[in-house]
């Protein structure tokens, strides 16, 4: 945890530490007009992560995954949400570890991937910080049919799309994923822009 001057950790209580770790911070917060106020604020650790948007130039395509999240299911939700390949780093480099799931869920291989920015994506309550990236990807090098690891209950659909396609879910409110979100958005400015997200 990073040292700074405006900032007295008072007490740390774990909640749980079962999937991964919930604790509870009391600490003291020197404010702007030079006072301190004490605050209790909830954390949850669940290491950092990193996700891919896969993209076909010539096609003008995108790699996409389809799967189940309860998280989002009793959030008034189906639960079935479209996102970019993701998880989480467990020790392993960025790039690394997003090349091992993009092929692990997609089956298609990544040779080499672009790291474009990290951000938090839930900062009021989850530590995590994302790293993203964007890689092409081509039909040839697909070595398996993805799907995910059985053992970790992922059960996922690849979907390649129209790149004005997946722009559309958008609006349409078929994604709402936020890293997908941030993606494709991105790909619309930087990799596609001549064609304004339109092939």
Same mark, same amino acid.
């Given at each position: 945890?990073? @040292?700074?001057?405006?900032?007295?950790? #008072?007490?740390?209580?774990?909640?749980?530490?079962?999937?991964?770790?919930? #604790?509870?911070?009391?600490? +003291?917060?020197?404010?702007?007009?030079? %006072?301190?106020?004490?605050? #209790?604020? &909830?954390?949850?650790?669940?290491?950092?992560?990193? @996700?891919?948007?896969?993209?076909?130039? +010539?096609?003008?395509?995108?790699?996409?995954?389809?799967?189940?999240?309860?998280?989002?299911?009793?959030?008034?939700?189906?639960?079935?949400? /479209? &996102?970019?390949?993701?998880?989480?780093?467990?020790?392993?480099?960025? +790039?690394?570890?997003?090349? %091992?799931?993009?092929?692990? &869920?997609?089956?298609?291989?990544?040779?080499?991937? %672009?790291?474009?920015?990290?951000?938090?994506?839930?900062?009021?309550? /989850? @530590?995590?910080?994302?790293?993203?990236?964007?890689?092409?990807?081509?039909?040839?090098?697909? @070595?398996?049919?993805?799907?995910?690891?059985?053992?970790?209950? &992922?059960?996922?659909?690849?979907?390649?799309?129209?790149? +004005?396609?997946?722009?559309?879910?958008?609006?349409?409110?078929?994604?709402?994923?936020? #890293?997908?979100?941030?993606?494709?958005?991105?790909?619309?400015?930087?990799?596609?822009?001549?064609?304004?997200?339109?092939?």
């Amino acid at each position: 945890m990073p @040292t700074d001057e405006r900032i007295r950790i #008072k007490a740390v209580e774990t909640l749980s530490d079962d999937w991964y770790v919930l #604790k509870k911070t009391t600490f +003291e917060w020197l404010r702007r007009d030079g %006072t301190w106020q004490q605050q #209790k604020r &909830e954390t949850y650790d669940r290491g950092n992560g990193a @996700t891919i948007l896969l993209y076909n130039l +010539e096609r003008s395509t995108v790699i996409l995954t389809r799967q189940f999240r309860f998280s989002a299911y009793v959030n008034s939700h189906s639960g079935l949400l /479209v &996102e970019t390949p993701a998880g989480l780093l467990d020790n392993a480099s960025a +790039e690394e570890r997003i090349r %091992t799931e993009a092929e692990e &869920e997609t089956g298609y291989r990544v040779h080499q991937a %672009t790291r474009i920015f990290d951000a938090f994506m839930s900062p009021g309550s /989850v @530590t995590e910080r994302l790293h993203f990236f964007v890689a092409q990807y081509d039909g040839r090098e697909r @070595t398996g049919s993805g799907g995910g690891n059985y053992a970790e209950g &992922e059960d996922i659909e690849v979907l390649e799309l129209r790149f +004005e396609d997946a722009l559309a879910a958008i609006a349409s409110g078929e994604i709402q994923d936020g #890293k997908t979100i941030m993606l494709l958005q991105y790909a619309q400015i930087h990799i596609f822009p001549s064609r304004g997200g339109r092939p």
